[in-house]
Every structure is written in C-alpha cells, then in structure tokens.
C-alpha cells in the first residue's frame, strides 16, 4: 500500500523560505514520478512541480509562477521528496500536496494514484 505524508508547512512572512518534506512508503523515490501540487482556497489545484526519475536521467518540472524560486528534489536512501521554497510571495498561501505514481505522463498537469492528506502553507505580508 502506498502512502504519502507531508510535513514542513507552517507560516512565514514573505521573501522567507520553507522546505516542505514527503515521506513516501510503498513507492520507490528512486525510480518514479512525483509531484507536488497546491491549492489557495477558491482556486483550482496548480501543479507545481514534478519529477521523473525512472530514465537514466533525472527529470525534474517547475511551474512558470514558482520558476526560480522553488526545487524539487528526493533523498533516495529515506524515499523522502522535497519541495525547498525560497522568496516566497503572499500568493504561494495554500495547502500543498505530494503525489506519486502516476496515470499519465510525468509533469504539472499530471494525474496520479496516490495522494498525501497536505500541509498548509501561509505567507504574510
């Protein structure tokens, strides 16, 4: 059984950073596809970013609105996914969701089988 399970969000003021952690079980960090996604109250789920790690290569997917600003990464040896958060903004408030395995593809628009409950992210002003 797969299961996924965030932690790391809380509140910052705006221009600080956060690292949100996925402790996955049951799915293999080290070949698969992962994401994470967000969603700000009265707003459609984002795709934020996602990565591929089942080719030779390492692929890894940002959305434009986080470019530069956010990574994803994983830690093979703990099955753990990351999302570091730098400079962030009062628009990146919303609950953020790892997810793993998935039904099409590898990137933001993505859908997948498994999902963490979220953690909630709040940036003030």
């Known amino acids: 059984q797969v299961q996924l399970v965030e932690s790391g969000g809380g509140s910052v003021q705006a221009g600080g950073s956060l690292r949100l952690s996925c402790r996955i079980s049951?799915?293999?960090?080290?070949?698969?596809?992962m994401g994470w996604f967000r969603q700000a109250p009265e707003k459609e789920r984002e795709g934020v970013a996602s990565?591929?790690?089942?080719?030779?290569?390492?692929?890894?997917y940002v959305a434009d609105s986080v470019k530069g600003r956010f990574t994803i990464s994983r830690d093979n040896a703990n099955n753990t996914l990351y999302l570091q958060m730098n400079s962030l903004k009062p628009e990146d408030t919303a609950m953020y969701y790892c997810a793993a395995d998935p039904k099409n593809g590898c990137g933001l628009d993505t859908e997948y089988h498994y999902w963490g409950q979220g953690t909630l992210v709040t940036v003030t002003s």
């Open positions: 049951g799915y293999r960090t080290s070949d698969g596809c």
């Open positions: 990565i591929d790690t089942r080719e030779i290569l390492t692929y890894s």
